[in-house]
Every structure is written in C-alpha cells, then in structure tokens.
C-alpha cells in the first residue's frame, strides 16, 4: 500500500486485558473466524477466554499467551479486510512472534494456535517446578545491568537480562533471591527504578531451558512455509528469509533473551516507517517511540483505532 513501509508488531505477556477482541471481533468477520479456528485447534473457548475471564485468570501464563495469540491475529486480519495492505516486515514480543507468524503465514492458524497453547503450558509448569520471577530495570545501560546480573548469577540461583524492551529499560529474569539481589545492586548502580513484574516465572531465561526442550519437540511437527513478510527474530534481531530456521530459533527464545530494541532498529533499517501493533494496548508503540527518533507508532485495538489505522493508509495513496 503505497511507499509507507509498515512494521507489523504483536505484543507478547503482560499486555491481556479482559474483554480484549471483542469489539472488533463483533464488526469483522475474519475476526470472528480467528477465535472460532483456534477455538477449534485447542479445545479452549477463546471468546469466553478473552472476553468472560477476570483478570488474574486471565494473567495465568497458560490462558494469556492463547489470549494475546489469538486477539492480536484477529486484530490484524480485521485490518487486512478493512484495507488491503501487505507489510514490509513483522516482529512479535516474546509469544507475539508466533502471531507474527500466523499472520506472515509461515504457520498455518490451527499449528500456530496448538504450537503457543503448549508453549503456554509448558512454562507454567516450569514456572510451578522451578520459581522464579522477572523485574524491569530502568534508567541503565545494557552493559552495567548485564554485568551486575553476572556478578549475582550462580548456576543454582541465576538471574539474566531476559528482554532489551528499550534503551534505559531491560528486564531481568531469574531465581526470585537472584533477582532481588541484582535489584539492590542495580539500584546502587544507578537505576531510577527495578519493578517487579507480576508473572508467574523466569521467562527468558535458564530456568526455561527444559520447556524448551519439550517445547522443541512439538516445533519439530509443524510445516513452516515462506510467509507474505519476513519475521524478525526475538534471538537474532534479523529478519528471517529460511522458514526452516524457525523450530532452531522459537525453541532457543524460551530461554533466550528478546531482542527488542535492536529488533525496532532493524525493521527501521529495512525502511519501516509506519510501526502498527495488532492486538490489545500499545506496549510496544511505546517501546518502539524510545527506540526511534521521530517513529509513527499505532496501535490497532479497537474499531476505533482500526478507522485511524485505515484512515493513515489511504492517506498515502498508492504508487
């Protein structure tokens, strides 16, 4: 759609709310076709998940991530059946990237829903095996928190940057008592603040290395084809041209950091000027606002913001 190269986001854990999809599930059909195929694929009501469940059920790790999956996909095909667009590129946040997927086509709806309802589960149940927790750092560079998180690091209590959201905001992830150290240190350090995050465990990190072992197996029994857009990958920061790369890297990013600031730097390079996150809130339009000068960031939530969206492509005609 003309000469704006669009960027495609998907946001990952943390950005669920109740009631998420609805509105634009109830004015698009290919919405409503998203939560009645994933529905389908795992057995789980996904408008009763989205739309009924509290919030603290919502937060539980396997029900938010099949939430996010779901109602970021449909927000996305209802914009490409508003307003016929292909984009240049997409990347999604940690479970976001298997949305971007879906959406790109490099998975099939039905695989990528089952692949992220496992995923799901399985870092529940290593959050439940090994307890572990995440907090943001803000207000220092990469390099001081990386440093302070390996000072405190063991091999029975580790902590590591788990998510480089932004310049002066990283979070860290770990063994709980690890965490909290590293906070302390990171505060003497210099950092404005250290937020505990409310999650159920150590995302992106060693403590998620055997759900990713599992996790790998279930990767290995799904086609992934050339999608529409390349993906940029949470672990190589790159877009990614060979679909058979995919199972390698979606296994690796359980308990590999998420590169997103050098993500957004990389969509940028690539000539993405228009940066549009599909599915609830705008986390990541935040994040990318820190990241690049002057950026055009919209979020694509509601009917509402789905009008301005298509209102800002028609703007710059075609050709």
Request: hydrophobic share 45%; with cysteine; net charge negative.
């Amino acid at each position: 759609m003309g000469s704006l190269g669009i960027a495609a986001m998907f946001p990952g854990q943390g950005s669920q709310q109740p009631g998420m999809g609805k509105a634009l599930t109830e004015a698009h059909a290919s919405a409503s076709e998203v939560f009645d195929r994933v529905s389908e694929a795992t057995g789980k009501d996904m408008r009763a998940v989205c739309w009924e469940a509290d919030a603290e059920t919502l937060r539980q790790t396997e029900n938010a991530q099949l939430a996010l999956f779901t109602a970021s996909l449909a927000a996305y095909l209802a914009a490409a059946e508003a307003s016929a667009f292909t984009p240049l590129v997409g990347a999604g946040h940690s479970v976001g990237e298997y949305a971007a997927l879906a959406a790109s086509g490099v998975l099939q709806v039905e695989d990528a829903a089952r692949l992220v309802q496992r995923r799901g589960d399985l870092m529940a149940r290593a959050g439940r095996l090994a307890p572990g927790t995440m907090a943001a750092v803000l207000g220092l560079d990469d390099e001081t928190v990386e440093r302070v998180c390996a000072e405190v690091s063991s091999d029975d209590a580790p902590v590591v940057a788990a998510n480089y959201n932004s310049p002066g905001q990283v979070v860290i992830s770990g063994a709980v008592a690890a965490v909290e150290s590293a906070c302390e240190r990171l505060k003497e350090a210099g950092a404005k603040r250290c937020l505990p995050l409310n999650v159920s465990g150590a995302f992106h990190s060693p403590l998620m290395r055997e759900a990713a072992e599992a996790m790998a197996e279930a990767l290995r029994q799904v086609e992934f084809r050339r999608g529409t857009f390349p993906v940029v990958s949470n672990v190589l920061a790159q877009p990614v041209e060979d679909p058979t790369a995919w199972p390698d890297l979606l296994t690796r990013q359980l308990a590999e950091p998420v590169r997103w600031t050098a993500s957004v730097t990389a969509m940028e390079k690539m000539g993405a000027r228009l940066f549009a996150e599909f599915g609830t809130g705008a986390v990541l339009c935040g994040l990318v606002r820190r990241a690049v000068a002057d950026a055009e960031a919209l979020s694509v939530d509601s009917p509402e913001t789905l009008q301005g969206f298509n209102d800002r492509l028609a703007g710059v005609g075609a050709g």
